[in-house]
């Protein structure tokens, strides 16, 4: 069974699918919702972006403890 929450999952998919370039998308998905009156809309993509960037950031660090990087 997986440790990782509901957002962590979902974050994984988005980025498998369509790689690093969605968290800009994610990010500009969710200002838009703000400017549309959405503000819970908004945090909720916000807070998948910011799952799939910390992601990837332990995927760099554990690349560079292997030498990979």
Same mark, same amino acid.
């Given at each position: ?19 690093i ?12 919702a ?8 908004a945090?909720?993509?916000?807070? %998948? ?8 950031l ?5 690349a560079?403890?292997?030498g %990979?990087?």
């Amino acid at each position: 069974m997986s440790d990782r929450t509901l957002t962590e999952e979902l974050a994984l998919k988005i980025l498998a699918n369509e790689g690093i370039e969605a968290i800009w998308r994610l990010h500009v998905a969710a200002a838009e919702a703000h400017r549309d009156g959405c503000p819970s809309v908004a945090a909720s993509v916000t807070e %998948i972006a910011e799952a799939a960037e910390e992601v990837l950031l332990r995927a760099k660090e554990r690349a560079t403890e292997l030498g %990979i990087t």
